[in-house]
């Protein structure tokens, strides 16, 4: 094993001021230990310590503090995610953050899917949350910074709750999820997105695979190619993708699989990585496969696509859909979702063994430590098991009495593991952190081209963006930050929607001014002979309004030719793949598309994250039949409030799993109804949504029609509007959409 870790060691990047288990791979990206002495039996009923939350992935160790990632409560509105640091040798809680899911679809059963990374350089702790809220934490428990990839960039969500774990590279930390964003990034897709590690600004994003069938937990694995740092992961598209790790740029896919590849990948030398999936094959009706393909060793000048003529060998039939392979003596070891653990020679792809441990697996993955595997299944189980001779000798076996869905961790002599009732530690008090040599830094070279940070911003009207330009050098490392001469709005030449901010640069700061209009575009930066460009949108505070009278309906539905159309407003999130403007009833008036079923339900913001106290309205109505309609209603801060035609309900949810409730509403198809939302938080907490509907023709009714009291109020968040039209048949109309502070 140690040759080919080093291998891998001695492409990672970044320099260590702290040490320890950084992330869910452990020190050298490949779920491995060096320690020597570990435990040889996991006494549930003697740990070393145990902690009492439920947790779905691995914990991470740093100088002596424990961050896990885990949730609390049963189903209802009590159920929150938390990021958790303890003291990784007693088990005393440090601190604890909470976060109350909204608007997704993860179910109960599913949260805390994922882990938190710490950075080398700082100390610092960062997070993915199951409906995509992105924090970053110092060492001690401070709040740096909160991002919601949902609300701002357009995040989906699955039932799955499948999250995984952010990558820290350099200044950067990156992320991985499915959005729809605006413009280019419209178009539903697997992407990467690294932020500034201290400010959470974005600095670049990537699409590096095609439409995404699933989502992909997959999280970055580091190395070098060329000299450039690039990073290796699977995607939702079902490929494994190499990326530029400093500007984004996608470098090559390789098409592994019809789903989604959610294992990560195992680099065995400088030009060969095996990865699995449990999907569909490409070129088979059978599912699952391991695999190994040898990599390009030069930068490619354009991205490429790799095609089966590098693949070195295949597995049939070793299928892990979640489960990721671990590496030891020149055998690759997974187990797989029949509940075997398999090991597989690295050099041929030959199974040498097959040991059943359980009836199935999903998501846990072997350790590999001191010559032994720890193994934990999906039924609790946990196996100690020595892979050395011709046949696995299991040196130990117990259950931690709940279901176990991630990988241990190694710190200091001590295993750590996550199960769905507690979080368990085993091993010596005493024990030392055996860490990886650092690898040398690198000085950055000449300035070659330029980045704009922010890549991307968000503003509202009268508010304003400050840029800070860096000077990158051939590798795209940052050497230092300059000075623009000039900034000026840029159209792309390819645009298909010619638009330009509401907004001036005064400096480096750009300026909307009280009356900005929504509007969104880029704007360029030159420095010498080098430039870049960043993009943005204005979107709605509050005092907004939107009848869509003034939008042309200039083109054709593709589906329909005899329907004229045109687009939402194109700062609307996600929304010009979803939704048409067309006449209705004598008036413009926005419509759900019934082109797609993949958008049968759909959620596009138009607002700003941060704002609250308000009330959204709007006249709102479904096409149908008394037996056939559809869903149609609003998000305000983060509670989406819709009347439900097949149902006849109004109702008020938040996460399904956590806040559902509903009274009954007479919903008569192809009729206008006006909608009146509006949610208070208090300050302690606590918090009411309050709703009305009536039919439009009617004068607005005194009472709210519902009322819902909630004991952990959203404090703020986007508004939205919401459609679900079931096997895409009925349509959904919004029209005369008013945002106004609550009075």
Same mark, same amino acid.
Not at 324 to 350: H, I
Not at 550 to 577: C, H, M, Q, Y
């Given at each position: ?61 740093? &100088? ?26 007693? !088990? ?11 608007? %997704? ?24 949350? %199951? ?8 060492? =001690? ?10 609300? +701002? ?7 799955? !709750? ?42 670049? $994003? ?7 069938? $699933? ?11 060329? !000299? ?6 699977? #995607? ?7 990326? =530029? ?25 400088? +030009? ?10 490409? &070129? ?91 193994? @934990? ?52 008090? +005493? ?38 330009? /860096? ?30 901010? +509401? ?56 589906? =329909? @030719? ?32 019934? &082109? ?12 700003? #994250? &941060? ?71 208090? @300050? ?39 459609? /679900? ?19």
């Amino acid at each position: 094993m140690r040759p080919l870790l080093l291998t891998i060691l001695l492409t990672a990047p970044s320099i260590a001021e702290v040490t320890g288990w950084l992330d869910w791979r452990g020190p050298i990206q490949a779920g491995a230990s060096l320690e020597k002495g570990l435990p040889e039996k996991l006494d549930p009923a003697n740990p070393l310590w145990s902690y009492p939350i439920q947790g779905a992935g691995t914990p991470v160790i740093a &100088d002596g503090l424990l961050y896990a990632f885990g949730f609390y409560g049963e189903k209802g509105e009590e159920t929150q995610e938390a990021l958790l640091c303890l003291d990784a040798i007693t !088990g005393e809680k440090k601190w604890e953050a909470r976060f109350s899911d909204y608007i %997704s679809d993860v179910v109960y059963n599913r949260y805390g899917v994922g882990a938190p990374t710490i950075d080398p350089a700082t100390g610092n702790v960062y997070l993915q949350t %199951s409906n995509g809220r992105c924090v970053g934490f110092t060492r =001690d428990g401070k709040k740096l910074w909160e991002i919601s990839l949902m609300e +701002d960039y357009g995040r989906l969500t699955f039932p799955n !709750g499948r999250t995984g774990a952010p990558a820290v590279h350099g200044d950067l930390v990156i992320f991985h999820c499915v959005t729809a964003n605006w413009g280019l990034t419209g178009p539903g897709a697997d992407r990467f997105y690294a932020f500034d590690k201290l400010t959470g600004e974005l600095v670049w $994003d990537s699409t590096p695979g095609i439409k995404p069938v $699933d989502s992909s937990f997959a999280m970055p694995v580091f190395a070098k190619l060329g !000299g450039h740092d690039v990073f290796y992961s699977g #995607t939702g598209c079902g490929n494994v993708v190499c990326v =530029d790790a400093n500007t984004g740029t996608p470098l090559w896919r390789f098409q592994l699989s019809q789903g989604g590849v959610n294992s990560q990948i195992l680099l065995t030398g400088a +030009d060969q990585l095996i990865a699995i999936h449990g999907a569909e094959n490409t &070129d088979a009706s059978t599912t699952g496969r391991l695999v190994c393909i040898k990599i390009p060793t030069t930068y490619p000048k354009e991205p490429l696509v790799l095609g089966k003529d590098v693949e070195l060998w295949r597995s049939e039939g070793t299928t892990a859909f979640s489960s990721s392979p671990v590496l030891m003596d020149g055998k690759v070891f997974v187990t797989v979702a029949t509940g075997s653990l398999e090991c597989v020679d690295a050099n041929t792809g030959k199974t040498l063994w097959s040991e059943k441990l359980g009836h199935d697996q999903i998501h846990a993955t072997p350790t590999v430590g001191d010559g032994k595997l720890y193994v @934990p299944m999906l039924d609790g189980s946990v196996h100690i098991i020595d892979p050395s001779g011709e046949k696995p000798k299991k040196l130990s076996s117990s259950n931690l009495g709940a279901n176990c869905l991630g990988a241990p961790a190694i710190w200091a002599g001590k295993i750590y593991i996550f199960s769905k009732g507690k979080l368990f530690c085993w091993g010596s008090k +005493d024990g030392k952190f055996v860490g990886a040599p650092k690898p040398a830094a690198e000085a950055p070279g000449e300035i070659t081209q330029i980045k704009i940070v922010p890549a991307e911003f968000v503003m509202k009207a009268g508010e304003s963006t400050t840029f800070r330009v /860096f000077g990158l050098d051939a590798f795209g490392r940052r050497v230092k930050e300059v000075t623009p001469e000039t900034w000026e709005a840029f159209i792309p030449p390819t645009a298909k929607v010619k638009s330009t901010v +509401d907004a001036t640069f005064e400096g480096k700061t750009l300026k909307a001014g009280p009356d900005a209009k929504l509007s969104a575009g880029a704007f360029k930066a030159t420095f010498g002979k080098l430039s870049a460009t960043t993009r943005g949108r204005i979107v709605a505070g509050t005092n907004y309004s939107e009848n869509f009278d003034a939008i042309e309906l200039s083109l054709k539905n593709e589906f =329909d @030719p005899t329907e004229a159309v045109n687009f939402p407003p194109l700062p609307w999130l996600g929304a010009r793949l979803k939704w048409y403007v067309i006449e209705k009833d004598g008036s413009h008036v926005l419509a759900n598309r019934l &082109d797609n079923i993949l958008f049968q339900r759909t959620t596009n913001f138009f607002g700003s #994250t &941060d704002l609250h106290d308000y009330v959204l309205e709007g006249d709102v109505m479904t096409d149908g039949t008394r037996r056939i309609m559809s869903t149609v209603g609003f998000v305000n801060q983060r509670y989406l409030i819709a009347l439900v035609g097949n149902a006849q309900i109004l109702e008020v949810s938040s996460n399904y799993e956590r806040v559902q409730q509903s009274v009954k509403f007479p919903i008569k198809p192809n009729t206008w109804y006006h909608l009146k939302t509006r949610v208070k938080a208090n @300050p302690d907490g606590t918090g009411t949504v309050f709703a009305k509907a009536w039919p439009r023709a009617d004068k607005e009714p005194a009472d709210w029609t519902i009322e819902v009291p909630l004991t952990k109020a959203h404090p703020h968040g986007a508004p939205a509007v919401f459609a /679900f039209s079931p096997q895409v048949q009925k349509r959904v109309f919004i029209d005369n959409i008013k945002l106004s502070p609550a009075k």
